[in-house]
């Protein structure tokens, strides 16, 4: 886990992707599927780079996809997809370093 913000921290949590590839090679995620088996829609993909995930740590190609109303980042790191999920800070660990 990594950054901590409003007693959250933030997660590396992989996913499963479902995308298509352009004849040139080009990725575009076209639906995620979460652990529990929930399926979400790439509505649009707003944006593709190389980048480091700031709040859940790694680095890959960052993709800022429109989900519904949602705006989030779905990376591609070393052949596997994953988001930054909150996830309630643990009781009685709200004053240790994540560093």
């Known amino acids: 886990m990594a950054r901590r913000e409003n007693n959250e921290t933030c997660r590396k949590t992989f996913v499963a992707a479902t995308v298509s590839f352009d004849p040139e090679g080009q990725i ?15 509505d649009r993909v707003l944006d593709s780079r190389p980048a480091a995930s700031l709040k859940a740590g790694g680095s890959g190609i960052r993709y800022t996809c429109r989900f519904g109303k949602v705006v989030t980042y779905l990376f591609y790191e070393d052949g596997r997809w994953f988001v930054e999920e909150r996830a309630p800070v643990a009781p009685g660990k709200e004053n240790e370093s994540d560093v």
């Open 28 to 42: 575009t995620p076209l639906r995620v599927t979460w652990r529990d088996g929930r399926r979400f829609p790439v």
